[in-house]
Antibody, heavy 124, light 108 residues
């Protein structure tokens, strides 16, 4: 089964940006939407957005519009997420996760598998 | 936005006992409901999708039920390795929005 391996922990100052990576093993990177989610300390899981692995098209949750960009490099089966204008509220563990098959017609929407997570700490 | 409410927040259990976790949606999601197990320091693991279908490799002691607004995850005979936080997630707004409950923490 595909595995997702994420980049290491980051520490950033308020106002900075952070760029995370998510590398897929196996040969299914271009067959599924790749999603980004996060979990702040003491809070639940929060969906952020997805990227279409072939077209590079993206869709973000409303609250991240203008701050979140997602890209991918299919030659290395890796997706990237950049979040700008960081505040302490962005301190969280960030996850990538495989979502819907590109051939899906609206029947799915669960996430499997997930990456191991990347801790991003925003502090002055 | 569909709000997912899980109860209880914490459930104290003993090995071998049955554990019943609840998830309620603020509006109907049909059967577009998934359950995840999340252990500290690990990636969340998909347990159940489409409200009642076990994911590959998930033990038969895990079962999901419900439709519409009310859902249940049952662990028939709790094992020590089942200690984790369990989340429900709705995916009725395909490719547009996904929301999770705040989780139920199983503890011994």
């Amino acid at each position: 089964q595909e595995r997702l391996v994420q980049s290491g922990a980051e520490m950033k100052k308020p106002g900075a940006s952070v760029r995370l990576s998510c590398k897929a093993s196996g040969d299914t990177f271009t067959a599924y939407y790749l999603h980004w989610l996060r979990q702040a300390p003491g809070r639940g899981l929060e969906w952020m957005g997805w990227i279409h692995p072939n077209s590079g098209g993206i869709h973000s949750a409303q609250k991240f519009l203008g701050r979140l960009s997602m890209t991918r490099d299919t030659s290395i089966s890796t997706a990237f997420m950049e979040l700008t204008r960081l505040t302490s509220d962005d301190t969280a563990v960030y996850y990538c996760a495989t979502g819907e098959s590109l051939s899906d017609l609206g029947t799915s929407g669960w996430f499997d598998p997930w990456g191991q997570g990347t801790l991003v700490t925003v502090s002055s | 936005e569909i709000v997912m409410t899980q109860s209880p927040a914490t459930l104290s259990v003993s090995p071998g006992e049955r554990a019943t976790l609840s998830c309620r949606a603020s509006q109907s999601v049909g059967t577009k409901l998934a359950w995840y197990q999340h252990k500290i320091g690990q990636a969340p693991r998909l347990l159940i999708y489409s409200a009642s279908t076990r994911a590959t490799g998930v033990p038969a002691r895990f079962s999901g039920s419900g439709s519409g607004r009310e859902f249940t995850l049952t662990i028939s005979s709790l094992q020590s390795e089942d200690i984790a936080v369990y989340y429900c997630q709705q995916y009725t707004n395909w490719l547009r929005m996904y929301t999770f409950g705040l989780g139920t923490k199983l503890e011994l």
